[in-house]
């Protein structure tokens, strides 16, 4: 049975943009019908990760994230909720965007493989919790602890990025009607939706612009 399910998942086409699957498991009576979405995979990753990670930290928080990503820090996401962990996990996604993490990234790590968070390079890994026999031996002047069951950001010799404070202060209005609701709950209304969105552009603005300062710094090939 194990072998007829995996012959009918690899014999499945993938649907294009805006059109639709249906599925049938062997000896299951009814298909299963799925839609492909219009649109980018970034997107739709902010539709379902920013709620959770806006409900679950303050705005000082996530700018602590955020500069912890940019700066290619070792980041470990804790939550005891594996679907929280994920979400936010995968926020840092549209989060970093146009910027693409080039480093290790694990969504959940299974707790029998905790010894990867000695790792020396930058990466993102949620765990459901972090045994104080492995957390005694972490690099704190490198790891940044994202500890979601606390809401706070855990980052020690951290530097401030350019900007920050004014962004800090372009998303306070934003954020804060956001923050202490059920991150759970994944169904954002029309107001969350759309104070999300004022998030998320004043963050593509503020990428934006620390790119160009930062280009506008490097020497000249001419």
């Known amino acids: 049975e194990t072998i007829e399910t995996l012959q009918s998942y690899l014999a499945v086409t993938l649907p294009q943009t805006g059109e639709e699957l249906s599925f049938r498991l ?5 298909a299963i019908t799925f839609h492909c979405p219009e649109q980018d995979e970034d997107q739709l990753i902010a539709n379902w990760g920013y709620v959770c990670l806006f409900r679950s930290l303050d705005i000082e928080e996530v700018i602590k994230f955020f500069t912890a990503l940019l700066l290619e820090r070792q980041v470990i996401v804790v939550s005891g909720t594996l679907g929280l962990l994920s979400a936010v996990v995968l926020a840092s996604i549209p989060l970093l965007r ?3 993490w080039q480093g290790t990234f694990i969504p959940i790590l299974p707790a029998s ?3 990867v968070l000695h790792a020396p390079v930058p990466y993102i890994i949620g765990v459901t919790h972090i045994p104080e026999e492995i957390f005694g031996e972490l690099n704190l002047d490198e790891v ?18 350019p900007g920050s404070k004014n962004l800090d ?3 306070q209005g934003h954020a804060r009607l956001l923050f202490g609701k059920n991150p759970l709950s994944l169904k954002a209304s029309a107001e969350e939706k759309q104070l999300l ?3 998320d552009n004043h963050i593509r603005a503020y ?16």
């Open 197 to 199: 969105a004022c998030c």
């Open 144 to 161: 940044v602890v994202v500890n979601l069951n606390d809401k706070k950001v855990m980052a020690r010799n951290m530097e401030e990025l």
């Open 169 to 171: 202060a372009k998303l």
């Open 207 to 222: 990428q934006d612009w620390l790119l160009r300062t930062i280009a506008k710094r490097l020497p000249s090939r001419n």
């Open 26 to 30: 062997p000896n299951d009576l009814h």
């Open 113 to 115: 493989q905790l010894d």
């Open 98 to 100: 146009p910027i693409v």
